[in-house]
């Protein structure tokens, strides 16, 4: 059930970047970010009052803040690559990024892997990158000092978003939803504060308004899947299938936009499908 849950998770998440990526061609992506993670916020106080029993703890606020800071910096840094650097460097770098740490998180806490689930991690790693490269521009044709910054960049975002998996797996394995809560309301302070700091205008109305809400619901709503999932499994496989959400993105991009799909990209998607049957059989 854990893996279904995992690949579940993914597919949402990758449904809210498709629907966040739609927001932020008509408004600022700070300002989109913010305004999906208030609908976070509310989505989890919801499934958090409905589901959840008894009270939080100090060790769920601690945790679950500190995953909502990592994904919150994850965002502004990948959105700052992603401006100013190679989108076809910074995409697959920051997904690998984030698939590979929860991985190596979860073996030096413990988790034991089988040969075969070696091996679908190692695919599911590369179906990450090969679903990412889009093609749009060429690494050779930037500078190299701009590119080996993009690269850093792209590292530490994604560094962020695996973190974000790794932390809320740290949360007590008997808590309730809590901690997605904690996550929302300290990336939300940090979001704010960066906002007023910055005199940021941060009014959003209409359409984009409308995706940013949505955006923000189905990533809590894959948050929640996440939660669930890294209870029941362990955390370098939950967290690695959890982190091949840019294989949904692709997907609707193709079929709502009517975007080309590559064939390497078409070749990341079968192998990613390979990775989740050798994970199930081992």
């Not at 305004?35 to 989890?44: E, P, Q, R, V």
């Not at 790693?125 to 990412?132: D, E, G, Q, T």
Request: glycine share 12%.
């Amino acid at each position: 059930m854990h893996l279904f849950l995992a690949l579940a998770s993914a597919m949402v998440l990758g449904s809210a970047d498709f629907v966040g990526g739609l927001a932020t061609k008509r408004a600022s992506a700070f300002v989109i970010v913010l305004w999906s993670n208030t609908a976070g916020l509310l989505t989890a106080l919801a499934f958090a009052g409905a589901l959840s029993r008894g009270g939080t703890s100090w060790s769920e606020a601690a945790w679950g803040g500190l995953a909502g800071l990592c994904g919150s910096l994850g965002a502004m840094l990948l959105y700052h690559a992603l401006a100013n650097g190679v989108m076809s460097l910074v995409a697959p770098t920051t997904a690998a990024a984030a698939a590979a740490l929860p991985v190596i998180a979860g073996v030096l806490l413990g988790d034991r892997l089988t040969a075969l689930a070696v091996v679908g991690v190692v695919c599911a790693l590369a179906s990450v990158l090969l679903v990412s490269l889009n093609g749009e521009s060429s690494a050779e044709s930037a500078d190299r000092r701009k590119a080996l910054r993009t690269l850093g960049i792209a590292l530490l975002a994604g560094a962020g978003f695996g973190l974000f998996f790794v932390f809320l797996a740290r949360t007590p394995s008997d808590s309730s939803l809590w901690p997605l809560v904690w996550a929302r309301c300290a990336s939300l302070t940090l979001l704010l504060g960066l906002g007023l700091a910055r005199r940021t205008p941060l009014r959003l109305s209409g359409r984009p308004r409308q995706l940013a809400l949505l955006s923000g619901a189905l990533d809590m709503g894959s948050s929640v899947l996440y939660l669930v999932a890294v209870r029941d499994g362990s955390l370098a496989v939950v967290g690695l299938l959890a982190s091949l959400y840019p294989i949904s993105t692709v997907l609707l991009a193709r079929f709502v936009l009517g975007e080309r799909i590559r064939g390497i990209q078409h070749a990341g998607v079968l192998l990613a499908v390979g990775s989740v049957l050798l994970l199930a059989w081992s």
